[in-house]
């Protein structure tokens, strides 16, 4: 099944000098939007303030601190609360598949973490379910259309997620 969706690889370089990012070493990650797809792109610490202080966060849907990982190290996941929510709450209105299938993908998982509560799926007048939704502790309300995407998809879209959120793309 082909992916509706192109992220691109992380080249281990600073975004903006080039650098080369050495194991061990500070870096801030984020995922952009490029071109109408997601995009990981890493910053040495210094180039990512000179960004920030030129062009904000413009673009940018994700952000995170990190460092570059020894290679012999076994990976660990851990995304904070606040930046899959952050992640789920800028997609919000898009309209393009990959990024309706991310933020689903990005529900289910805020789901199970019983940080985002299911309240009721509605029918629209085009034929697309949406599910309504809250986030717990909260009367925020948000709406996630489901794009009915099977098992499959799912895995994929999951890995893809967290491939750019552990540095793989």
Known sequence: MPKDYNISKTSE????????????QQLVATVQENDDQFERMDYCPDCWEKRQSERGEEGVFGVWRTRVPNPEEKKKLFVDDDLLINFFERL????????VNFRFVLALILMRKKLLIYDKSVKGEDGNETWRMHFKGSQQRCEVIDPHMDEEKIAQVSGSLGDILEGQL
Do not use: T
């Open 13 to 24: 370089r600073c975004r903006l000098c080039g650098a080369n990012l050495q194991p061990g």
């Open 92 to 99: 919000e209105g898009a309209e393009e598949p990959a990024k």
